[in-house]
């Protein structure tokens, strides 16, 4: 901008005054050219002439928006006249750049997370704002919608979950303090309710109202009335400023830690002897979902942790862990981890055979003295690129199955990484997520609310209802609530499902080989607290891969759904 240019002046112009200048030059120019050619002023001439980065003429603009072009962006009369915006550059896969990657590499791991996993649905859309736009598409997925008497099992946990009918939701408020505690001992007794198809009055059905508050409890440890304990990913701007006593407090932390460690062997040993089903443990960094032998078409138990880090996987293997990697597919096969089948030096004289044979054409040139070798640590990350690039992703989800579970228990019992070291979470150990009782858990009860909104039809308003349910709302109680509502709401209703996306890879690990029998599974967990019907779903093989589930309509009985 030091060159001298004839008739150019980069002094400052208030944007009345170049507003008029611009109005003045339009008016000349259509009065001496024609609308197809238009001159460009002296001023700009000269400044292309001296090699001047500017930006495209207006007029040229105006005169592909007159000729049926793609409309351009107004210049910024503010603008320095070389403060061109730089160019986007795509990803080689032509998919658009994630978020992280326009925030700068300068990120930690919270914040990280935070955008990898930002919700698809903010909480703060209104069940007004929603019902209002029926035609919102649920998903950015390809995948199809589907119809089926029955919902494909989901092993994501929600958020919140939105349902909307043209019948009253006016049978689940305000329920009787005998109907709540008759709710608490039959999920305390594991009581299975049965429900006819289709029940003419609601609001007066004692057992519907009974049911329904029955599949609203959820077990959690540890449990802060004043600490959102779910969800742990992303949560520090929620806990900023609450009271952490534990926070500097080295003691309190090791009584915490000691408490959920017996919390935790409780769980798990529930769900070995396949009187709990499954389990959640929610850490500030990622989620893992234990789940009982015979479920998602698994004959062992499995345990799922997502997101995870190159750093966590090499603490696994270094405890003799073995665990895949399900979406990362090598030769047709799983990716499995190396554990500690090869010792450190059987792997290093793997690694100089390779190297060898990499450069040997180079010696048969005789050009390998004249060109600098690669050391080894270059080859190393080189060769550990690519998995470092998928950590905080869901293609980093790990799959352990078996015996490899205990080894896991052990693992995150005695790991510091599992509890923050700084921030609001510093010292909070993870969440337990469970759909039954065990030992140190606090019962909790999902929030329910009914909204009744007007909307607009082609004869006017029409009465719109609405059923909300916000808390940590697990797989089977989805299950659960859509068969309530099958019967409650004549087999007409909607759901917007808003997930928690972290757990939304734990639908992408079928089966390797086909699992024990239906009959088999139902027998043998017919003592773990839930439905038949809702048991029978989450033994079937997840078919919704990376996705879940988004959006649900049930009519004349029959489930359409998205995901």
């Known amino acids: 901008m030091a060159l001298s240019v004839p008739g150019y002046s980069p002094n400052f112009k208030k944007p009345p005054e170049t507003l008029r200048l611009r109005r003045k030059r339009v008016r000349s120019r259509g009065a001496a050219a024609s609308p197809g050619e238009q001159p460009e002023p002296a001023p700009r001439r000269a400044a292309l002439a001296a090699g001047l980065l500017l930006r495209p003429f207006p007029a040229a603009a105006a005169a592909g928006r007159g000729g049926g072009g793609p409309a351009a962006t107004r210049r910024n009369p503010f603008a320095r006249l070389d403060n061109r915006p730089p160019a986007a550059a795509e990803p080689p896969d032509g998919q658009p750049r994630g978020p992280q990657e326009a925030e700068g590499p300068f990120l930690d791991s919270n914040q990280e997370n935070d955008l990898l996993w930002e919700e698809k649905f903010p909480e703060r859309t209104t069940v007004a704002e929603l019902l209002q736009t029926p035609q919102v598409s649920f998903s950015e997925s390809d995948t199809p919608s589907s119809e089926s008497t029955e919902l494909p099992v989901d092993w994501s946990i929600k958020t919140r979950l939105l349902f909307t009918s043209s019948q009253p939701f006016t049978w689940a408020d305000h329920l009787k303090a005998q109907e709540e505690a008759q709710g608490v001992i039959q999920h305390c007794r594991a009581t299975e309710v049965t429900l006819p198809q289709s029940i003419q009055d609601p609001k007066v059905s004692t057992e519907l109202r009974c049911a329904f508050q029955q599949s609203l409890i959820y077990w959690l440890h540890p449990a802060f009335p004043w600490l959102p304990l779910f969800p742990r990913i992303g949560a520090d701007r929620k806990m900023a400023g609450k009271i952490s006593p534990w926070a500097n407090d080295e003691t309190l932390q090791h009584v915490l830690m000691s408490d959920w460690s017996v919390s935790f062997t409780s769980l798990y040993n529930l769900l070995k002897t396949k009187l709990c089903p499954y389990f959640y443990v929610c850490t500030y960094q990622f989620t893992i979902l234990f789940r009982a032998a015979g479920l998602a078409g698994n004959d ?45 030096g059987e792997e290093q004289v793997i690694s100089d055979e390779d190297e060898d044979e990499s450069f040997s054409w180079l ?13 080894v640590l270059s080859i190393k990350l ?27 228990l052990n693992f995150l019992i005695n790991s510091k990484s599992l509890i923050a070291s700084s921030g609001p979470q510093a010292g909070l150990p993870p969440t337990l997520l469970s759909p039954v009782a065990f030992r140190g858990a606090t019962m909790q009860m999902l929030k329910a609310r009914s909204v009744n909104v007007k909307t607009q039809a082609l004869s006017g308003y029409k009465d719109q209802f609405s059923l909300e349910i916000t808390g940590p709302v697990m797989p089977h109680c989805v299950h659960s609530v859509t068969m309530l509502l099958q019967s409650a709401q004549k087999g007409s209703f909607s759901a917007g499902l808003y997930t928690h996306e972290p757990t939304a890879v734990f639908n992408a690990c079928p ?49 359409n759904w998205r995901s």
């Open 300 to 344: 062992v138990i499995t345990a799922l942790i997502s997101p995870t880090t190159r750093g966590i996987r090499e603490a696994m293997k270094n405890e003799g862990i073995e665990f895949s990697l399900p979406l990362i597919k090598e030769n047709g096969h799983e990716k499995k981890a190396p554990g500690t089948s090869l010792g450190q």
């Open 363 to 375: 010696e048969e040139m005789g050009v390998r003295d004249k060109i600098k070798k690669p050391d």
């Open 382 to 408: 080189c060769k550990e690129k690519h998995e470092v690039q998928m950590d905080h992703r869901p293609e980093s989800v790990v799959l352990v199955k078996g015996t490899n579970t205990l080894t896991l």
């Open 511 to 559: 089966s390797a080989k086909e699992g024990p029998g239906k009959e088999t599974v139902l027998e043998e967990l017919a003592n773990c607290g839930l439905h038949r019907k809702t048991l029978d779903q989450l033994s079937r093989t997840p078919i919704l891969g990376k996705s879940s589930l988004r959006h649900v309509e049930m009519s004349d009985y029959v489930y």
